[in-house]
C-alpha cells in the first residue's frame, strides 16, 4: 500500500495514499485528530497531563483541537487494553505533542505505520505486539529506550540504529529480523535482545563496553556471527 497524508484538509495530503502514516501537517494552530481510537485512548489516558474534560470540550466535531492543550504533555500512554480497549488505525495528530518524551503504544493489531520523525524530544518509546511494519526512528536522537518485541511484521524493515547513540534499551525480540544487525554505534546499550529470529545471521557489538544483559538464543547467527563479543562487560 502507499503511505502518506490521507487527510484532504491537509497541507499535504498526498491523494494517491491510501494508509494515514501519520505525516499530516497544517498551517493553523489547530491539529486534528480523525482516528477516533487514537482520540479516545488519549481521553482514557489518565497518566497524561490533558485533563481529560478539556479535552473532550475543546475537541470540535470535526476532531480539531488547540495544540497549546497538547504541548504540555510529556507521557502518553495510549496502549490497549482492557481499560483502553479502543482499536488505533492512524495517528494524524500525534506531531502536535511536541514535547513529548514517553510513547507507550502495545497491542494496537490495527496499526502498521509509526511516524514518529516529529517527535524529536522522545527518549522511550514502547510498541511491544502491535502490527507494525514500518518503523523510522532516525530523527529520535535523544531515544535511550525502544521496545518493539513481537511487532511480527517489521521484518527487515527496522536495522538501523546508527543515529541512536543514546540507546540504553533495545528490544527487538522476535520482529522476524533478517540479515546482520550493526550495533556498533550504539555504545550506551546495557540491554539486548534479539532473540526469535531465525533470518538475524550477523550482529556486531564492537564497542559495545557497557551491555550488561544480552539474549540471542533462537536466531540464525553462527558460532562466529557475533563481532565484537569481548568488548561486552
Known amino acids: 500500500p502507499v503511505y502518506g497524508c490521507t487527510d484532504a484538509t491537509a497541507d499535504n495530503y498526498d491523494a494517491a495514499a491510501v ?24 481521553v482514557a489516558d489518565t497518566n497524561n497531563t490533558i485533563q481529560n474534560s478539556d479535552f473532550q470540550n475543546h475537541l470540535g466535531t470535526d476532531n480539531w483541537i488547540d495544540e ?22 492512524g495517528l494524524t495528530g500525534i506531531a502536535g505533542f511536541v514535547n513529548l518524551e514517553e510513547l507507550y503504544i502495545k497491542s494496537h493489531s490495527t496499526l502498521g505505520v509509526l511516524n514518529l520523525s516529529n517527535l524529536t524530544t522522545l527518549k522511550i518509546i514502547d510498541a511491544a505486539w502491535c502490527s507494525l511494519n514500518t518503523i523510522d526512528v532516525s530523527t529520535n536522537l535523544d ?26 534499551y533495545l528490544n527487538l525480540r522476535n520482529i522476524m529480523l533478517l540479515g546482520d544487525l550493526d550495533l556498533s554505534s550504539n555504545t550506551k546499550l546495557t540491554y539486548l535482545e534479539v532473540y526469535d529470529n531465525n533470518g538475524l545471521k550477523g550482529l556486531n557489538l564492537t564497542g559495545l563496553d557497557l551491555l550488561e544483559e544480552l539474549y540471542a538464543h533462537n536466531t540464525g547467527v553462527g558460532e562466529n556471527g557475533i563481532t565484537g563479543f569481548d568488548d561486552c562487560t
Open 143 to 168: 531515544l535511550e529506550s525502544l521496545n518493539v518485541k513481537n511487532c511480527f511484521s517489521l521484518g527487515g524493515n527496522i536495522t538501523d540504529f546508527s543515529a541512536n547513540t543514546n540507546l540504553q
Open 68 to 89: 497549546a492543550l497538547l504541548a504540555p504533555v510529556t507521557i502518553l500512554d495510549i496502549s490497549k487494553t482492557t481499560y483502553q480497549p479502543y482499536d488505533i488505525f
Open 19 to 42: 494508509v494515514d502514516d501519520g505525516s499530516c501537517t497544517y498551517t493553523t494552530n489547530l491539529i486534528r485528530i480523525p482516528d477516533d481510537g487514537f482520540k479516545d485512548q488519549i
